[in-house]
Structures are given as C-alpha cells and as structure tokens.
C-alpha cells in the first residue's frame, strides 16, 4: 500500500511518529499510520490560522466550484476507497459504498447552500442587516464508526462558511481519511485544510487551542462532556453529535412482515456502530411473540463474515475495546433476559459477534438503558401508548427515534411526544444533507447539516443603518 501521510500546510508529511492499524476481521496489522507529535498539531493549527483571511474573502462560488472538484475525485476512486474503508473499518462493502456515495453527495449538495444576508428591518429611518461572518479555525474530530461521510459534513460545512480546518480522524480508522486529504490537498490552497492523526493522545490540545475559533465533534457523550471543559478556555463554538438509545416504537396495527427486516437494518447496520441505529424496540404485547421470532429469523440467517468477501452482510466490530465491551454486556444480558438468536462469538482473530436479539428483558436492564453500540438488540413490551412513550422518553439520551404503524397520523401524534432531534415514521435513517439533524438532552449541542448547520459554523454580524 502507498504510504500514509498528514496534511500540514499544502504538504503531505510523514508524523513525528508511526502507529499500526489492524484489520479488525483478521486482526492483522493492515497498514502503518503516521502519528503527529504536538508539535506537528500546532504547525497544522498556525497553516489553518494564516490560510484563513484569504480563505475567509474566497467567493462562494470558487468555494464550491473546489469542493465540487473534491467530490468528483472521490467518487472517481469509489472502489479503492471502498476496499481501503472496509479493510479498517469492517463493515461490509455494499455499506462502505453507500457511505462513500453519501460523501460524495454532502460535499456537493452541502456546498451549493449559501448563507445569504438577510434584510431584518427596513424602514424609512433605519436598516437593519444581518450577515454571517466565518469564524476562524475549526476542529473536526470524527469517530472510528463513519469515518468519511461524517469528515464531509464537518469539512464541507466549515469551508463553504469560510473558516479553515484541522481534522482529526479517529485513531483506529485514520486511513481512507489520510488518503481523502491527499485529494482535498490537490484542491484547496494550502492551510486551508489540514489533517493530523492521534494515537488518543491530541484531543484534549486540540480543542483547548486558543486559536481554534469551533470544535465540531461527533463521538461519545463522555468524550463530548470533556470537549465542553477544554472549549470553555475561549468560548470556542460547538456542535457536538454524541451518543443515543433510540427507541423503535412499533404500533399495534403495523405489518410486521413489511416492518421487521426495517427495523432489523436498522439496528444492525455497521453491525449496530451508528449513533442513529435502533437501540431498542418497544412493540404491542399482541405481537410481541410474533415480532421476536421475525427478528430471530433475521438473525439467525445474517452471514457474519469479512467485510471484503463477496455476500457478507455484516462485518465484525471495529476495534478490540468495542468487542470486548459489547461482549461483556452480551454475557451479563444472560442473566436478564432470553437471548433467542445469537449472543455467540465465531472463533477467529477478527472482532466477530453474531446479530443477538433479547427479549423478556426489564426497563432497567443495562442493555436498556445504556449505549450498547453493537449488534444486540433488546425487545420490549406495552400494553399502553402512553406507558411507552414515557418509558421511552426516560433516558438521558434524546438523538432519533422511529415509530411503526400503519396509520401515518396516528404515528405521528406518538413521533411529537418523543423527546429527540429526530423521529422517522416507518423508516430510518433517512438523512439529507439539506435537512438538519442534531441531538436533545445529553445527546448533542447545535445541529448538523441544512442552512441551520451551515450557520454554526459563523457569527451573526449585524450591520445598523441609521438612513
Ligand atoms: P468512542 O468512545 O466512540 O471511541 P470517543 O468519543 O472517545 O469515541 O472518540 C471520538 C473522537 O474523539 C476520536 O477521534 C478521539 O481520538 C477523540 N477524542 C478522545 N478524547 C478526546 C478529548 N479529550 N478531546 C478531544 N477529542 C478527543
């Protein structure tokens, strides 16, 4: 494999230092990662700080017409990208292209929205203007799960507003986003966008930089609290996308033929690693028996396997912490519930556990309750929409959640109740670049996406006009 190198400046560089990624199915060392000293992270920041002003004057258009360059060389190199995302990554091939596809669309579509002035007042007297100003440099730091479409949200929506970026892709999963930069590298003038990897040890001075102006996180609501304590040095700006326990809530009228494979994908998707993935499914006591064994079938008929072979469809977790994490709490869920498909682990060095369904499980169970971001799904009963809701909405959680029924009003009278950024009424996951999404309570800050994402990433500046 061609080497691997940070993006400092205009300027591919080895790190200060090297770290070995691993193929989460084998297990073997895929490939070897620089990893950049702090000394390296400041020469990153300082390029960004000085690209900025000129970067910040940069019309919309040219902004674009680059970005839209950068989309192009991406999806003409769909399928190398492709083997590269799911060697470090595990998840299937068919889920790394559709990933891929979705990078390449966000930094189209994200980069043709403007944030144009707008007339706030008008009078004989006065006018009033409000205009957005970019706000400096902008850290964006991506977790191991969606390595690239999350980095083309946050690149595309810091550098169309004008701000310049330092990006820090997840440790375990550096590698297709090192090889994005040389791509973005061969568009954009130099500073305007840099790129230096960890081994988990930059984080803390990259978001306490006093010339970092935003950090914008996607990861764990632990990491995200942190974030918060090193932003407050400056009051830098924050859109934080953490952790969620969404709830499936099926209704008593849905078709559970139609609507159990949807809400099998949706949980185990990236073999459930996906802040938005169906956490837990709440059904009507009617159909409880009925639903648990169509998604036993699903589970059991899943092909768990290396992400690179044809017909695979779910592949192994990403990293030896998520593994053991999920395994452990597969072991303690024997003792709380009825595991009726799965909860085994195929022998091997990959990081491989068979989809596992539980039902007959409590509320208060730590598979419930807690972000169990693996392939273990929890099903639980009602008899009382009004029960559930509330079950539902007892979490400190409040990212997605999904409603089920045939009768879409009745869905949505239910969806208006559930405390969260988003509800989907019979699907999931449905994502447009221009559509915002961000989490409630302890599941975010701020929002992603749409021209309200786009805002983030700037300062109101209201011009007054006294005529
Ligand atoms: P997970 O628990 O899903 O592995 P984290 O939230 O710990 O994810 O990590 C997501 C990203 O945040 C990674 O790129 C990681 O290196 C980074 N990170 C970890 N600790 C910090 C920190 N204190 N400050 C900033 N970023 C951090």
Excluded at 381 to 406: C, H, K, P, Q
């Amino acid at each position: 494999m061609e080497a691997f190198n940070l993006l400092i400046d205009g300027q591919m560089k080895p790190g200060a230092m090297t770290m070995k990624i691993t193929n989460p199915a084998t297990g073997k060392i895929l490939a070897e990662c620089p990893r950049a000293d702090e000394r390296q992270l400041n020469d990153a920041i300082a390029a960004a700080k000085r690209a900025f002003p000129a970067w910040a004057k940069t019309s919309h258009a040219a902004k674009r017409t680059m970005i839209h360059a950068i989309s192009d060389a991406l999806a003409a190199r769909l399928e190398e990208f492709a083997q590269l995302l799911t060697s470090e990554q595990g998840k299937p091939l068919h889920e790394t292209k559709k990933e891929l596809n979705g990078a390449v669309a966000i930094l189209k579509i994200l980069s043709n929205l403007e944030l144009e002035d707008k007339v706030l007042k008008d009078t004989k007297t006065e006018k009033v203007i409000r205009h957005r100003t970019p706000l400096g440099v902008v850290a964006t730091i991506t977790p191991w799960n969606v390595p690239m479409s999350l980095l083309a949200v946050k690149m595309t929506s810091a550098l169309i507003t004008g701000n310049t970026v330092v990006a820090k892709p997840a440790p375990t999963t550096p590698l297709s986003s090192l090889r994005f930069a040389e791509i973005c590298n061969a568009h954009l003038p130099a500073g305007v966008f840099n790129m230096i990897t960890d081994a988990n040890d930059l984080g803390d001075m990259l978001t306490s930089h006093p010339d970092i102006a935003k950090i914008s996180f996607t990861g764990s609501t632990a990491t995200g609290k942190k974030i918060v304590r090193s932003a407050a040095s400056s009051l830098k700006r924050l859109t934080l996308e953490l952790g969620g326990n969404d709830a499936a809530i099926v209704l008593d009228d849905a078709d559970l033929k139609t609507v159990a494979p949807k809400l099998f994908a949706g949980a185990m998707a990236n073999a459930g690693q996906i802040c938005l993935a169906i956490k837990r499914v709440y059904v009507h006591e009617s159909q409880y028996d009925e639903l648990c064994g169509e998604l036993a079938k699903l589970a059991d008929a899943t092909i768990v396997d290396d992400g690179l072979k044809q017909g695979t469809q779910m592949g192994p977790l990403q990293n030896k912490m998520q593994y053991d994490k999920v395994r452990a709490l597969i072991e303690e869920t024997r003792h709380e519930g009825n595991i009726v498909a799965g909860g085994t682990f195929p022998e091997g060095p990959g990081y491989f556990i068979r989809p596992t369904i539980v039902r007959d499980i409590d509320d208060r169970a730590r598979l419930v309750r807690e972000e169990q971001f693996g392939p273990v799904l929890p099903v639980l009963s009602y008899t009382n929409i009004d029960d559930v809701i509330e079950r539902v909405n007892d979490t400190e959680y409040g990212l997605g959640a999904t409603v089920w029924s045939a009768d879409s009003d009745r869905a949505l009278s239910v969806a208006r109740q559930i405390d969260s950024g988003t509800v989907w009424i019979n699907t999931h996951m449905m994502l447009h670049p221009d559509i915002p999404a961000g989490g409630a309570k302890e599941s975010g800050m701020g929002v992603e996406m749409g021209m309200e994402g786009l805002a983030e990433h700037t300062q109101d500046h209201i011009l007054y006009i006294v005529k």
